[in-house]
């Protein structure tokens, strides 16, 4: 794991999705934009997702885990997807 995987996610950074998230549609891969973090009880960030064919934007708390930085996104060789 390098160094930028490890770093908080900040507000306005654009991340992707390394999970599903199948209640809200959401799929691994999807990226989405941090439109805020909250810190109580734990760590959390509020991230948006503007699915193709919708609306409306699709918004999500999410884990650390869940989220990586997309800058520099490579799909042959980046995390692999963590299926639940």
Do not use: Y
Not at 57 to 69: F, K, M, N, S, T
């Amino acid at each position: 794991m390098d160094d930028r995987s490890k770093q908080m996610p900040q507000v306005g950074h654009r991340v992707r999705l390394n999970t599903d998230v199948p209640p809200l549609g959401l799929l691994c891969g999807d990226t989405g934009l941090v439109c805020s973090t909250w810190f109580s009880p734990v760590t959390v960030f509020e991230v948006e997702f503007q699915q193709s064919g919708m609306n409306c934007p699709v918004r999500a708390l999410l884990w650390q885990g869940q989220i990586e930085d997309d800058e520099g996104f490579d799909t042959e060789t980046n995390a692999e997807c963590l299926h639940t």
